[in-house]
């Protein structure tokens, strides 16, 4: 397997390392980047249906925006099955865990909206069944384009392969709510090509998801973030130097780090549309360090590029580990470098009393993160759980330089609008 250098060459960029040495500084509990607690008598938005990954719509420089006074959310939403039979433990009840953990294989895309940015009503499914191509409808971005209300989402259509595609369609709003029009014809864009993404004939575990398209505010092109593993057969990378950091005396050994290989792939349009995209090698690869970085985003800030993905604890690799939640880096241009934040990357992690509580955060340019909740424990020693599949409190953080700070703990589900679009 190749080094980055001989892999992407001189140009266009070098992708910037996330190292084991970086991730050894995690540090689980620092109140600084620990998501409160959340209680396990949460509300559930809805007992229908669990959500989980979280949307808002936004414009394309990354702006929360609401219509007409209403915000709107999409969400990965999957049916709840409390009286199928094929969800009854052995004493008949309901087994909600086994539910919650095959919902990726049935996520559809949905809506809400909401007069005050939370307490969010239940709009319907964005596209009718048949329209999207594959099975699963995965992650991506609402963007809304213009005063007409035109909004183009950005997704992952998953099973078979993954592919990232876009459907477009209208926001109509009434006095009494909002609904969504169009969204009919979903138009594939790319797939991962194997020689900077992998693929799934590399690797059965390959990640390619979770389009995130923005203008950057310097050089005004419409560019596109998504999830990727680094390009080659599963087994064949190499943990070397430059991917272990500079660690301490006893820390070389990287185990079967090789394994581990995300990256933060990046697009550029060739048209003003965003219907032709060219893929350029990733911004930054964690080889060795961790095999996901999802949902990458960006905030905007003091010309600065503070780029978000999240990852998981499980999903780290032999000797490093850090908590679920969302990982930042930041860099003075688009291209990089880029550090990680707080020195090691985390900026927002679930506490070790309640590790799983929240995942899917998202980082929005005000310093509100928006996350769900996964399962919360209900008892002491952590073996009796709440799932949620719900939205969870909103937690304020202020990024300062390279360190950010948890300041702040809203309303569950509280993503208000940065500004309002009145429809002509
Ligand atoms: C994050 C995530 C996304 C993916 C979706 C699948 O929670 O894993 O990367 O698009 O969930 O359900």
């Not at 960029?13 to 050894?24: E, G, I, K, M, N």
């Not at 099973?159 to 009434?174: M, Q």
């Not at 006095?175 to 169009?182: D, M």
């Not at 943990?239 to 950091?245: C, F, L, M, Q």
Request: charged residues 20%; aromatic residues 12%; negative net charge.
């Amino acid at each position: 397997m190749k080094s980055n250098t001989e892999k992407f060459g001189k140009t266009p960029h070098q992708p910037s390392l996330w190292t084991r040495a970086d991730a050894l500084k995690v540090r689980a509990d620092d109140p600084t980047t620990t998501q409160p607690l959340v209680s396990a008598n949460f509300p559930v938005l809805s007992d229908e249906v669990f959500i989980w990954d979280t949307m808002p719509l936004r414009d394309i420089d990354g702006n929360i925006t609401s219509v007409d006074g209403w915000s709107v959310i999409f969400t990965l939403t999957a049916d709840r099955h409390p009286n199928d039979p094929q969800y009854l433990d052995q004493n008949g009840n309901y087994d909600i865990t086994r539910d919650w953990n095959d919902r990726h294989g049935r996520a559809k895309m949905y809506y809400w909206f909401s007069r005050t940015g939370k307490n969010w009503e239940l709009g319907g499914r964005v596209m009718a069944e048949g329209v999207s191509p594959t099975v699963r409808e995965w992650a991506g971005t609402p963007i809304l384009l213009n005063e007409q209300g035109e909004v183009d989402l950005y997704y992952t259509a998953v099973t078979p392969g993954a592919t990232i595609v876009k459907v477009r369609g209208r926001v109509v709003t009434t006095e009494h709510g909002v609904s969504l029009v169009g969204f009919e014809k979903v138009k594939p864009l790319f797939e991962a090509d194997g020689k900077m993404y992998q693929t799934e004939a590399q690797n059965a575990f390959w990640g390619f998801r979770d389009p995130w398209p923005f203008r950057d505010p310097n050089d005004g092109k419409l560019y596109m973030l998504f999830e990727g593993n680094v390009a080659g057969e599963r087994g064949s990378h190499k943990v070397g130097d430059a991917e272990i950091g500079d660690v301490p005396p006893g820390y070389e050994d990287v185990g079967n780090s090789r394994f581990q290989t995300a990256c933060v792939g990046i697009a550029v349009a060739r048209d003003e549309d965003g219907d032709d995209w060219e893929m350029l090698p990733p911004l930054l690869t964690a080889v060795g360090v961790n095999d996901q970085t999802e949902r990458p985003h960006f905030v905007f800030q003091d010309g600065k590029y503070y780029l978000f993905t999240i990852s998981h604890t499980f999903t780290y690799a032999d000797g490093v580990t850090g908590p679920d939640g969302v990982y930042g880096f930041v860099a003075d241009s688009l291209f990089g470098p880029y550090v990680p934040l707080n020195g090691s990357g985390l900026v927002l992690g679930n506490p070790s009393s309640q590790p799983f509580q929240t995942y899917s955060h998202c980082v929005m340019p005000n310093g509100l993160v928006t996350s769900f909740i996964d399962s919360v424990p209900t008892d002491e020693t952590g073996t009796q759980i709440r799932i949620g599949g719900t939205e969870a409190p909103t937690v304020g953080i202020k990024i300062k330089g390279q360190q950010t700070f948890v300041v702040a703990e809203y309303d569950y589900g509280y993503i208000p609008p940065m500004l309002d679009v009145t429809l002509k």
